[in-house]
């Protein structure tokens, strides 16, 4: 699992630049896996595929890192720009390195504590205060580097921390994506379908595309969630399960299904409520097509943006309860 | 060794201020390939007079501060996360979601952050509302981590386009640097000058060490070399500098205007490229303390622009260090007698 936590780490995927990854992820997949890349070029995976009558159960992971977008080249050559996905405090991005694809650094640049005004040190700073400044004098010089409208990745920065502890920009998702590519590989024959949602974080509806083309009849969504954003810090050794999140109220029956599991593989699952956070992928699915029905796994985990961090015992534990509850859903009665 | 490797080297070293003995350590090894002597203050700054035959020209002295900014652990939460006072000057914006070290018994990784409030009045932030998580319980983090122990941005160097260098300490390392740049040059053309060389101590927070160092060792003339404020965003142009355009010299109430001047002539004469930094009152560094030692110093500032200085990423171009040693290094020579 580190190796490939640690290799997704390594590739840059800011949102809507998907490639990279989705082809690292592909040569990892054992080849009886049958793939298809969607239009928006989110990864479907067939694990065990059954005939098409056959109800399909999907299990979802997001590819997408935050990234930054470059709205204006500057005479002097700085770039100017704009977050892409859900960066809102812009002061969390000083000191961060960014890169285009590791062709190009740039840092992030801000007015010296020394020169700002009373008003400019007790207030956050606004994007539009920022520049990226990656050496280049002019404008023309910076021009045969970047353009208008390129994305830029923050540079990556996998370290294990400690035994039970890894380090890494967004690894959240990543982690998630880990546990699907672990489970895809592994030698067991339930069949379900991998969705690794491409461009979430730019547009959270991506999801919307691949739901319709593998037409699933369960969905089970898996996220990571910041527990420093919420302040629950006693969930950190647990592995979530939304009862509810904004506007989606998600299976009742899974989820009981989903605790039973947990119990025999004595792992520490949590039931919850979360009325401030939404889950787009699932609201997606679950009105896709003639109705989907859903649950979440969510894993708990530290981001301080861009930096993250996360429990190495929560991605087996995640592992392990979304295998044993693929293998026990294999028996269960959808029209129910 | 090149520039780059050499100012790498010393920007690796953790040192901040009121702690410099691990910078302190690494200079007395760089001294010993220069023939004179080593004292050591009581405050750690480092004192190395030349050895020379002639004592007629003026006791010339060269300063750079060798502390960096830091923080230091004054607290640990029920959660087992830091809470911390700064050393130095920090804007505590700059420090969230930053990765640091925490010198505790060992090494530990942290990750700066703020807890947030239901209310509006988030947007303001204090050093005070900043937590650093280091992964420990409390009970962990008390054994392993006093209060006391010092907390420093992590070493983390970026090569940018047109020689630019992006890591942490710029401030004054590469001042320190560029010292010892003059010095290997004195050795290689044998000039024979009444020079002793401050690294001082402290100068984040106390300024201390260039008190007492001066005091105990009062030059004639004296040149401060420190970093200043390279153009950047929404800053005014005709205050500061411009990366890459060579040093910064000083014109201030508080610096001696014929040194200004004579600076400034010699860069024209060498054709070393260089600026004009106007400040109408202290100039904010060492040479603010450097100039009143004892009955006063006759004193001059080379600073040498950065951007983002006191965050991680400072900034510069490796060849503003080159020419700022070219500059004083000339300057010098010009009390040969």
């Known amino acids: 699992m580190e190796k490939i936590l640690k290799k997704l780490c390594s590739v840059n995927s800011p949102s809507s630049s998907e490639e990279e990854i989705v082809k690292e992820i592909v040569k990892m997949l054992p080849k009886s896996c049958k793939t298809h890349i969607d239009n928006l070029g989110n990864l479907i995976v067939f694990k065990n595929p059954k005939n098409e009558e056959e109800k399909k159960v999907v299990v979802t992971a997001n590819l997408d890192e935050d990234g930054l977008m470059v709205t204006k080249i500057n005479e002097d050559g700085s770039l100017n720009f704009q977050p892409l996905g859900n960066l809102k405090n812009s002061n969390c991005l000083i000191g961060s390195v960014v890169s285009l694809n590791n062709k190009l650094d740039g840092i992030i640049v801000t007015k010296p504590v020394h020169l700002q005004t009373t008003e400019e040190r007790e207030n956050l ?166 109705g989907v029905k859903t649950i979440s796994l969510h894993i708990p985990y530290k981001k301080y943006h861009p930096n993250a961090t996360i429990k190495k015992e929560n991605i087996l534990n995640m592992f392990t309860l979304t295998k044993a509850f693929l293998e026990k859903i294999n028996n269960f009665n959808f029209n129910s | 060794m090149k520039t780059k490797e050499k100012l790498l080297d010393l920007c690796k070293i953790n040192s901040i201020s009121g702690d410099e003995k691990n910078i302190v350590n690494q200079l007395e090894k760089e001294l010993e390939n220069y023939s004179g002597k080593i004292i050591k203050t009581q405050l750690n700054s480092i004192i190395f007079k030349f050895n020379t035959s002639k004592t007629k020209s003026p006791k010339i002295a060269l300063e750079a501060h060798i502390d960096t900014i830091g923080f230091i652990v004054n607290n640990i939460t029920e959660e087992g996360f830091l809470k911390i006072s700064n050393l130095g000057g920090i804007d505590p914006k700059v420090l969230i979601s930053q990765e640091v070290i925490v010198l505790g018994k060992e090494n530990f990784v942290g990750f700066v952050f703020k807890e947030e409030n239901d209310e509006a009045s988030e947007e303001k ?205 000339n300057f010098i020579c010009s009390f040969k007698k």
């Not at chain 1, 919420?230 to 989606?248: Q, S």
């Not at chain 2, 992590?154 to 560029?178: E, H, T, W």
């Open chain 1, 125 to 290: 700073t606004k994007f539009e205060d920022l520049l990226i400044e990656t050496g280049c004098k002019t404008k023309k010089e910076a021009e045969t580097f970047i353009k208008l409208g390129d994305i830029l990745n923050f540079k990556n920065n996998f370290k294990k921390i400690n035994e039970n502890c890894y380090k890494s920009n967004f690894i959240g998702d990543m982690a998630c994506c880990s546990v699907l590519i672990k489970l895809l590989q592994n030698e067991t024959n339930f069949s379900f379908t991998a969705v690794f949602i491409a461009k979430e974080k730019a547009i959270s509806n991506s999801s919307k595309t691949a739901a319709y083309f593998v037409k699933p009849a369960l969905a089970i969504t898996l996220k990571p969630f910041n527990i420093i954003k919420n302040k629950d810090y006693k969930l950190e050794n647990k592995i979530l399960a939304p009862i509810y999140e904004e506007k989606l109220k998600h299976n009742e029956e899974l989820l009981n299904l989903l605790e039973e599991t947990a119990k025999e593989n004595k792992i520490s699952l949590e039931k919850l409520v979360l009325k401030n956070s939404s889950n787009e992928t699932a609201l997606n699915i679950a009105s896709s097509c003639n």
């Open chain 2, 125 to 329: 932030i204090k050093l005070e509302d900043l937590l650093v998580d280091v992964n420990l319980t409390k009970e962990e983090a008390e054994k392993n981590i006093p209060i006391g122990s010092q907390i420093l941005f992590k070493f983390n160097p970026i090569d940018l386009k047109n020689n630019q260098l992006s890591v942490r300490f710029l401030d004054n390392r590469s001042s320190v640097l560029a010292i010892l740049l003059i010095l290997e040059k004195i050795k290689k053309e044998n000039l024979d000058v009444n020079l002793t060389v401050i690294f001082s101590s402290q100068e984040e927070t106390t300024q201390g060490g260039i008190k007492t160092a001066a005091y105990l060792n009062k030059p004639d003339v004296a040149v401060s070399v420190d970093v200043s404020f390279a153009k950047s965003l929404n800053c005014k142009e005709e205050l500061i500098g411009e990366i890459g355009a060579g040093p910064l010299i000083g014109i201030s109430p508080i610096l001696d205007r014929n040194l200004s001047l004579k600076l400034i002539e010699i860069a024209e004469k060498n054709k070393i490229p260089h600026q004009l930094e106007i400040m109408n009152g202290p100039t904010r560094t060492n040479a603010d303390e450097l100039v009143t030692t004892k009955d006063g110093v006759l004193t001059s500032l080379v600073s040498i622009p950065i951007k983002n200085m006191h965050t991680p990423t400072e900034l510069l171009e490796i060849k503003d260090i080159e020419n700022t040693a070219n500059l004083i290094y």
